[in-house]
């Protein structure tokens, strides 16, 4: 009895030890090719080195059309930094035109169209989802939020510039 105890605790702690420390790797954001809405290519790739917020929307989200000045905001603040913004539209009605939608919102970042794969790669269940990529490309933080007065969106950016 009293060996198959230390037995049992052993293993346990075996298994919270790999946990924790599988807890503080940082998973690698999978890259992704997709096209703008202009038809021109668009992958992650694209800006290895640089921080990157990517965001996943749909033109007919209303939460994610109050995230976006918030991310606007993170990005202009950190420019000097590199911060850039990558947006994924997915789930979206037909016809929809997303970079216009953006471009209405006096938005400039760029969106991919036709994301529903890649945003089942990334395991987006629903918009907005946020992620935040270092240098190395490296997820540091995912929202699902559109509460703007998170003090977390700005952590999540000063993390990804270091």
Same mark, same amino acid.
């Given at each position: =009895?009293?060996?198959?105890?230390?037995? +049992?605790?052993? $293993?346990?702690?075996?298994?919270?030890?790999?946990?924790?420390?599988?807890?503080? *790797?940082?998973?690698?954001?999978?890259?992704?090719?997709? *096209?703008?809405?202009? #038809?021109?290519?668009? $992958?992650?790739? /694209?800006?290895?080195?640089?921080?990157?917020?990517?965001?996943?929307?749909?033109?007919?989200?209303?939460?994610? %059309?109050?995230? /976006?000045?918030?991310?606007?905001? =993170?990005? %202009?603040? &950190?420019?000097? #930094?590199?911060?850039?913004?990558?947006?994924? $539209?997915?789930?979206? #009605?037909?016809?929809? =035109?997303?970079? #216009?939608?953006?471009?209405?919102?006096?938005?400039?970042? =760029?969106?991919? +169209?036709?994301?529903?794969?890649?945003?089942?790669? &990334?395991?987006?269940?629903?918009?907005?989802?946020?992620? &935040?990529?270092?240098?190395?490309?490296?997820?540091?933080?995912?929202?699902?939020?559109?509460?703007?007065?998170?003090?977390? +969106? *700005?952590?999540?950016?000063? *993390?990804?510039? %270091?």
């Amino acid at each position: =009895m009293k060996t198959t105890l230390i037995a +049992i605790l052993t $293993s346990l702690t075996l298994l919270l030890i790999a946990t924790a420390s599988h807890a503080n *790797e940082l998973e690698t954001a999978p890259n992704w090719n997709l *096209e703008t809405q202009a #038809d021109q290519p668009i $992958s992650l790739a /694209q800006f290895q080195g640089k921080p990157v917020i990517l965001h996943f929307w749909a033109t007919w989200c209303p939460y994610c %059309k109050k995230l /976006q000045p918030k991310l606007v905001e =993170m990005q %202009k603040k &950190y420019a000097q #930094d590199g911060v850039v913004i990558v947006a994924i $539209s997915f789930n979206e #009605d037909e016809g929809a =035109m997303p970079q #216009d939608m953006l471009n209405a919102r006096g938005h400039a970042f =760029m969106t991919a +169209i036709n994301g529903d794969n890649v945003a089942t790669q &990334y395991g987006v269940k629903g918009t907005p989802t946020t992620f &935040y990529i270092n240098k190395a490309g490296q997820v540091v933080f995912k929202s699902t939020s559109s509460n703007i007065n998170d003090p977390r +969106i *700005e952590l999540a950016v000063k *993390e990804i510039i %270091k």
